[in-house]
Antibody, heavy 123, light 108 residues
């Protein structure tokens, strides 16, 4: 069965960095686009970033552009989110999510989600 | 950026009753609209994609309709496990992919 497991969260001071990982299993990871979506405490869902199946394309929300970097290692079935210059407003549960499309197609609907990992930015 | 607006913010429904949730897009998203269910402490779950296609394993009491800018999620007979927050999301114009603010379905 499809599994996505995030790790790397925690408490970090404003301005510092953190790297999240998402370990995938149960499907051919290299065939799917992958996204990060976040949810601030008590708030709704916010799309953060996407990377195409082969790493060829990546896009970011304006709120994180220039500070966050999405990457993947298809040999390790792992998705990453490098977060720099963290702000208090980046505090959220971060989910990795599989795109519903396959191979060259990114659809933008999310058919499987990890359990989420909490990132708290606080001094 | 396409803004998604859901109504109502909270819907109070008795078990066994029908629930109707609305989602409006600030411009057309054709049928590129998904619905997700989220229970407290859990990740969202895909319910509907393509505005009206149920995802794998989703019960038939969930149905989606609409196209263009106005969409509806209907739960025909609410079960106890259906009380949750529901989000719509457009994937027609991107980036960014955008979500509505959510509708909480609570027990009346």
């Amino acid at each position: 069965q499809v599994q996505l497991v995030e790790s790397g969260g925690g408490v970090v001071q404003p301005g510092r960095s953190l790297r999240l990982s998402c370990a995938a299993s149960g499907f051919t990871f290299s065939s799917y686009g992958m996204h990060w979506v976040r949810q601030a405490p008590g708030k709704g869902l916010e799309w953060v970033a996407v990377m195409w199946y082969d790493g060829g394309n990546r896009y970011y929300a304006d709120s994180v552009k220039g500070r966050f970097t999405i990457s993947r290692d298809n040999s390790k079935n792992t998705l990453y989110l490098q977060m720099e210059s963290l702000r208090v407003e980046d505090t959220a549960v971060y989910y990795c999510a599989r795109d519903q499309g396959q191979i060259m197609v990114v659809v933008g609907s999310f058919d499987y989600w990890g359990q989420g990992i909490l990132v708290t930015v606080s001094s | 950026e396409i803004v998604m607006t859901q109504s109502p913010a909270t819907l109070s429904v008795s078990p066994g009753e029908r629930a109707t949730l609305s989602c409006r897009a600030s411009q057309t998203v054709n049928s590129n609209l998904a619905w997700y269910q989220q229970k407290p402490g859990q990740a969202p779950r895909l319910l509907i994609y393509g505005a009206s296609t149920r995802a794998t394993g989703i019960p038939a009491r969930f149905s989606g309709s609409g196209s263009g800018t106005d969409f509806t999620l209907t739960i025909s007979s609410l079960q106890s496990e259906d009380f949750a927050v529901y989000y719509c999301q457009q994937y027609n114009n991107w980036p960014p992919w955008t979500f509505g603010q959510g509708t909480k379905v609570e027990i009346k």
